[in-house]
């Protein structure tokens, strides 16, 4: 089915917020509406110097009538259902409305306005209703279901038979096959969910703004920059409290970036517990009886839907594909990260000492709100690298052509050219035509790499066109980014951590590009989550290998290659303090795999003796190294669609850096080796069990030595 995906995550970006009256568009007539055909651009690209922001309002609500009108043609076809009656006649509906929502959740991620943002609110309520009258819609269900039943004689060839495995098992997951008084109890679950969740995200985004911590005097904030100092000062000032105050404010994380300065113990120690104890002051802000509540409710939803717990329900469509198998490799994990922790605790404390010694002050034991502060200093005098060295060597241009089109190129004998006729949604987004190894031309890709005010933080990929061989469209991809911008005439120099981001989001890229699917469900990177940063987390591996990495890592003046001493400083610099980002990473993560392993028969929790239960029985409990969300904040899977889904970032790194391994023995960066791995992974999209589709391109199941390795966690 076209773009569920799509419906999915427009729902579920802006399901909490409220919805406004949607203002009266004055339409032209449909037809003068650039989304209503195929654009006439190559590959379809979207006509964006004809794209008004009060196109897409019609678009989408003809683009969701026309597709209720097929889908209830489908559904009430007189004829006896057959594959292609119903599978493929679903995958062809629906492609207006998956046009304009392609471009709309594009443009709206990354060039933002007011009649955007509304349209965004508007739009999702009709969204969700939409997707709930295709999965529980029970003649189409039926017909879905007598199709699934004939599959073993049917004599599909294997990708059709995975888009009825895929197609089916979604239908189920949504509670197609319930009665109707299950169906009516599983809707009245998930309203409450929602509304619950809703609920946790005011508090949460209340209690954080509450918990900011006032400081009396400037010489408690020793350490911060002057900039900072002001910005505590304005902060202080624009909540109405008297000169003389400051306020630091908290993001969402545990650990607050200002703790890595903050020389006055007593203030370190006011702001970590202000963090940490955010949703947990008794006052209408705690969400502790919100979350044990809500970990309930979807105890009773999987069990509605037959399965044991909640994490079990939802990791049935992924590669781990039960709560098991990712609990058991994320314990796999623990081990080596705590071991690493401990070691680099062991470091920090030792500075302590000595600075304590030399200030003839009493020691004193670690805290974590010490562990950032003391790190830095291990950082300063072990792996001591400055910035401001190593940009000269990343110009953006020279990184994108000689670095990462490289690498595509050395690998999957891809070539690229810049093209300046096609319409974009912004002047610093650049355009280049993907030709394939024969010269033929594949795909578009878009970039948009600068900062702007109305961008959304971070990097991401996504299609402004997907890739399916029914539909006859090819995959038109962007990237977008969020680099600072150089002044006009100023070269664009990069952080390392920049570079390492354009290599992750072409990663994704390329699984786009690459994307060879019949059918639009199965196509490109519409695979699980913990497959889908896989492809982006393996390409980063290419930026530091020797051959690609001297091809690029050039100085932007004078063209000499980046000292050795300089690179081997940088890459030692990235085994830094890994120990305690994979352990507070894997606490949150097994947080999350506990909580929605619960049976819906077990009583309702106390979340405080929980989550220290959790953390000692999973061997992850350390006092210094706190999970990077209490269970209380922990937005992602109370609110933000992650549940029972964390472990997948970690879980991708196995992937990635076990691939990796596989390139390493078998001579790096060559043809041949990409060419297999284009064709046995990064051109299959979702058309195989992705556990089997791994094995048999590896030749073997993930290990997780090669993360251990890669990730500083071997001692
Ligand atoms: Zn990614």
Redesign the pocket.
Known sequence: MTNLRLLTLAASVVASITLLNSTNVLADSITDNPFYAASSLPFQAPPFDKIKDSDYAPAIDEGIKQHDAEVQQIANNPAAPTFENTYVALEKSGVLLGRVLQVFNGVSGANTDAALQQLQEDVAPKLAAHQDSIYLNTKLFQRIDAVHKQLATLKLDPESARLVTVVYRNFLLSGAKLSDANKSKLKALNEEESTLSSQFNNKLRDATKKAALVVDSKAQLAGLSDAEIVAAAQAAKDRGLPEGKYVLTLQNTTQQPMLQDLTDRSTREALFKASWNRTEMGDENDTRKLIVRIAAIRAQQAKLLGFKNYADWKLDDQMAKDAKTAIGFMQKLVPAATARAKLEAKDIQAVIDRDQAALKQPTFKLQPWDWNLYAEQVKKERYDVDENQIRPYFELNNVLQNGVFYAANQLYGLTFKERHDIPVYQEDVRVFDVFDKDGTQIALFYCDYFKRDNKNGG???DNFVSQSKLLGTKPVIFNVTNFTKPAAGQPALLSFDDVITMF??F??GLHGIFADEQYPTLSGTATARDF??FP??FNEHWATDPGVFAHFAKHYQTGEAMPSALVDKMKNAGKFNKGYGMTELSAAALLDLDWHSLSATAPLQDADKFEIAALKKDKIYLTEVPSRYRSSYFLHIWANGYAAGYYAYPWTQMLADDAFDWFLTHGGLTRDNGDRFRAMILSRGNTEELALLYKTWRGRDPKIEPMLENRGLKN
Do not use: N
């Open positions: 990097a991401w990929m992750h989001e990663g994704h889908v940063e982006s987390q």
